[in-house]
Nanobody
Framework: QVQLVESGGGLVQTGDSLRLSCAASGRTFNSYHMGWFRQAPGKQRELVAAISSISSGGRIIYVDSVKGRFTISRDNAKNTVYLQMNSLKPEDTAVYYC????????????????WGQGTQVTVSS
């Protein structure tokens, strides 16, 4: 069982930066693939970025719309995954969720099993 708590959201202007954090409970954080999702009003939830477990090589993927602007990272000593968001745009406005799935799950496909409560990011134009 993993419990996830996001923080770091807020209201910013176009071009600003934010760093989201997701603190995970438990002693086996290293064994989980971690992802950041977002859901804007009236839209489907989408995977923004994901980072695999260390045993799976620390692979990273991004949705095309954030490549070059967002960076996902994990600090296994702190049981925390981050999403650094630069050059924010109004279309990045959404509730951002942290999620986890065990390393035996396929990193690239499939559902995530554990979710945080979400943090709102609003980018004004």
């Amino acid at each position: 069982q993993v419990q996830l708590v996001e923080s770091g959201g807020g209201l910013v202007q176009t071009g600003d930066s934010l760093r989201l954090s997701c603190a995970a409970s438990g002693r086996t954080f290293n064994s989980y693939h971690m992802g950041w999702f977002r859901q804007a009003p009236g839209k489907q939830r989408e995977l923004v970025a994901a980072i695999s477990s260390i045993s799976s090589g620390g692979r990273i993927i991004y949705v095309d719309s954030v490549k070059g602007r967002f960076t996902i990272s994990r600090d296994n000593a702190k049981n925390t995954v981050y999403l650094q968001m630069n050059s924010l745009k109004p279309e990045d406005t959404a509730v951002y969720y942290c999620a986890a799935k065990y390393y035996t799950s396929n990193f690239y496909t499939g559902r995530y099993d554990y979710w945080g409560q979400g943090t709102q990011v609003t980018v004004s134009s």
